[in-house]
T-cell receptor, first 113, second 118 residues
Framework: GEDVEQSLFLSVREGDSSVINCTYT??????LYWYKQEPGAGLQLLTY?????DMKQDQRLTVLLNKKDKHLSLRIADTQTGDSAIYFC?????????????FGQGTTLQVKP | DTGVSQNPRHKITKRGQNVTFRCDPI?????LYWYRQTLGQGPEFLTY????????KSRLLSDRFSAERPKGSFSTLEIQRTEQGDSAMYLC????????????????FGPGTRLTVL
């Protein structure tokens, strides 16, 4: 089946690192994404990772993929108040020919000054 | 701005009325998706177009919903006889498939249309 799960809420202090976790069930997923959503807005693509990679770094963002455990994480270094938002992980099921995304329910990140 | 645009941004309607939303994808993107997002949830896939062909529909897309993409450019999503349960954010995304087949493309989302059914 296709299911993606995330913890619902994370609170950190400004300047700390944030780690948002995600688990998925489709072992044939080949592409996994992280999107950010600010209140009342659409989704902004942050980064993505291919299943043949273990890690991807992009400025303050680090994505770690443990394919054996079907676990994905997003680390935000030096978290800022502007990072406060909802973060969604999403997968493209291996069975899909259309590229449709299966999303988790989102993790609300609260950054305290 | 060359991103995905959606109109209207907000729509308030009474139960039983018909509504239509429009999505303008990024120019030359051949794939277009509609998703629905309810409060506190992640987006859920509704339907997919490759150029003008509607190639996949979710079981969430009841017979009151219809989507079109004439000429493979903009798309419309119509909901007939709206119900309170249709209240949600409707998101459109587009992508450029770089391979003949397979999902190896990245979707870019519009700002969404928020529907409220009274």
């Amino acid at each position: 089946g296709e299911d993606v799960e995330q913890s619902l809420f994370l609170s950190v202090r400004e300047g700390d690192s944030s780690v948002i976790n995600c688990t998925y069930t489709d072992s044939s997923s080949t592409y996994l994404y992280w999107y950010k959503q600010e209140p009342g807005a659409g989704l902004q693509l942050l980064t993505y990772i291919f299943s043949n990679m273990d890690m991807k770094q992009d400025q303050r963002l680090t994505v770690l993929l443990n394919k054996k455990d079907k676990h994905l994480s997003l680390r935000i270094a030096d978290t800022q108040t502007g990072d406060s938002a909802i973060y969604f992980c999403a997968e493209v099921p291996g069975s899909s020919n259309t590229g449709k995304l299966i999303f988790g329910q989102g993790t609300t990140l609260q950054v305290k000054p | 701005d060359t991103g995905v645009s959606q109109n209207p941004r907000h729509k308030i309607t009474k139960r039983g009325q018909n509504v239509t939303f429009r999505c303008d994808p990024i120019s030359e993107h051949n794939r277009l998706y509609w998703y629905r997002q309810t409060l506190g949830q992640g987006p859920e896939f509704l339907t997919y177009f490759q150029n003008e062909a509607q190639l996949e529909k979710s079981r969430l897309l009841s017979d009151r919903f219809s989507a079109e993409r004439p000429k493979g450019s903009f798309s419309t999503l119509e909901i007939q006889r709206t119900e309170q349960g249709d209240s949600a954010m409707y998101l459109c995304a587009s992508s450029l498939a770089t391979l003949p087949s397979g999902p190896r493309d990245t979707q870019y989302f519009g700002p969404g249309t928020r529907l409220t059914v009274l």
